[in-house]
């Protein structure tokens, strides 16, 4: 997520005081029915995959980093992740760093193209809330050539961004910030997030979309969560339903085993298509 786009988070929980460059309209909030919100539960999250399966690994810092996709004991899909080793994180480059990390073939029907691993080593604003060493993980339904198509160059690119997906299509509690982001598009972030309120990030989840559809799902982890080992599961709040074939996660999850640092959708079950 980049710092034109947080600039405008503070617009959320007190539009009064944005910064006028940055404010812009009001956020669109999602209010689906609280019954619709997804709860994580013991159940969903603490199954052990099968077997795992990761994608081509990659170089990050003097380690490496990569993709995986967990799968049951009947070879269906139930988690999808990452994996960034200790070695990766013992020495991360002192610039900003993104990674396209391709899925296995094994995660082809839970509806994702790639995850676009993003190390942000000095964070970005606003100062005091994501200002601090981290990485954004998007979980992107759209392929890198759809993402490089989502440029000002494109006369349309405004109207794009503002476009919201339907009814039903966010889940509840979310809202989009009024601003956007190239070869992203907006971003929305829950208005109840703990590091809005004053509270220190660590972790959160954001949701993007452009031109009306949601177009990925995004941990965002400090370096310094991982680096404590502290294994963590946070619920998911679920839309209604999607446009095509969509997994949505109960939870995400934190976790460290044997060298690897691991983020993960987990609890991943297929979303009613409309």
């Not at 689906?32 to 999250?45: G, K, N, R, W, Y």
């Not at 997030?193 to 990925?216: C, I, K, M």
């Amino acid at each position: 997520m980049a710092a034109s786009t947080l600039m405008a988070l503070p617009a959320i929980l007190q539009p009064s005081q944005a910064h006028p460059a940055h404010a812009g309209p009001a956020p669109s909030v999602s209010r689906a029915a609280p019954t619709l919100v997804s709860v994580a539960t013991q159940a969903e999250t603490a199954v052990a995959p099968a077997r795992t399966v990761e994608g081509p690994r990659q170089a990050l810092g003097r380690g490496e980093a990569f993709s995986w996709v967990g799968l049951d004991a009947a070879g269906r899909p139930i988690s999808l992740g990452i994996g960034v080793t200790q070695t990766a994180l013992d020495e991360l480059p002192d610039a900003a760093t993104e990674l396209n990390l391709a899925l296995p073939a094994e995660a082809g029907t839970l509806g994702y193209d790639h995850v676009g691993l993003d190390w942000i080593p000095h964070g970005h604003e606003p100062a005091g809330v994501y200002d601090k060493p981290h990485f954004d993980l998007h979980f992107y339904r759209i392929s890198v050539a759809a993402r490089d198509r989502i440029t000002p160059e494109d006369p349309d690119y405004e109207a794009k961004l503002a476009r919201e997906p339907a009814a039903g299509l966010v889940p509840p509690g979310f809202a989009r910030v009024p601003s956007g982001v190239p070869r992203m598009g907006a971003h929305w972030v829950a208005a109840d997030a703990p590091e809005l309120a004053g509270q220190p990030f660590e972790r959160t989840l954001l949701l993007g979309s452009y031109d009306g559809e949601l177009t990925f799902v995004e941990p965002m982890i400090t370096r310094a969560f991982l680096q404590a080992r502290t294994e963590a599961i946070l619920p998911v709040r679920a839309p209604q339903g999607a446009v095509g074939a969509l997994a949505w996660p109960a939870a995400y999850r934190v976790s460290f085993d044997q060298g690897i640092h691991h983020v993960a959708l987990v609890g991943l079950r297929p979303l009613p298509q409309r």
